[in-house]
């Protein structure tokens, strides 16, 4: 899960961030990206693709990550989402949360097969990343935990959609919950199944 970083490492760059994203495919909320810069030395936690830790293993890993790395963090908002689209939102949350690191990285390696548009540090899309570096498996950790907090906080404002539980992914459970109410402010309007 470090040969990227380590190829890059030895052609002198030394800060070296992973950069990934959370919450692409659901039908309401922000999408939220996440930068991290590795420190030396091993984790305790297991850090993989978020997907694959249990919620758990997940939050561990994330204390750990947010303990002893670099961590920025970036939302795009509902708005940003209805406006631009969601791939454009996307790149606007990967450059703030790379602009949100404590410290400039050196290099960027980017979950997915596209460049952050408008970044001005030098990076490599890395297709299914999450499985394959370690600095974006991090990332991702720290993108979906942050995301499921902003979700579980939507879900005591609109308790209708059960977001807490369905983080505003399109689950039988929550279209049925937007025929039945309508749309609320945090539903992307313009994806299918919502204001379609």
Known sequence: MLSLEHALQE?????????????????????VAAAVILSPGEFSAEITDSKRLSPKKRLAAYE????????????????EID?????????????????????????????????????K????????????????????????????????DYDRLYPQYNFGRNKGYPTKEHREAIRVNGYCPIHRRFFRGVGS
Do not use: W, Y
């Open 121 to 152: 540090i030098m990076q490599q899309p890395v297709v299914r990343g999450d499985g394959l570096s370690l600095s974006i498996a991090a990332a991702s950790i720290v993108a979906k935990v942050e995301r499921d907090r902003l979700m579980e």
């Open 64 to 79: 750990e990550i947010l303990s002893t790395c670099s961590v920025g963090v970036g939302i795009a908002s509902v708005e």
């Open 83 to 119: 406006r631009f689209n969601i791939l454009q939102a996307t790149f606007l949350a990967m450059l703030r949360a790379v602009e949100d690191l404590p410290e400039i990285p050196d290099f960027c390696l980017v979950d997915g097969p596209h460049p952050i548009r408008d970044l």
């Open 11 to 31: 052609k002198g760059l030394r800060k070296i961030a992973g950069v990934d994203e959370a919450g692409r495919g659901p039908l309401a909320g922000p999408v």
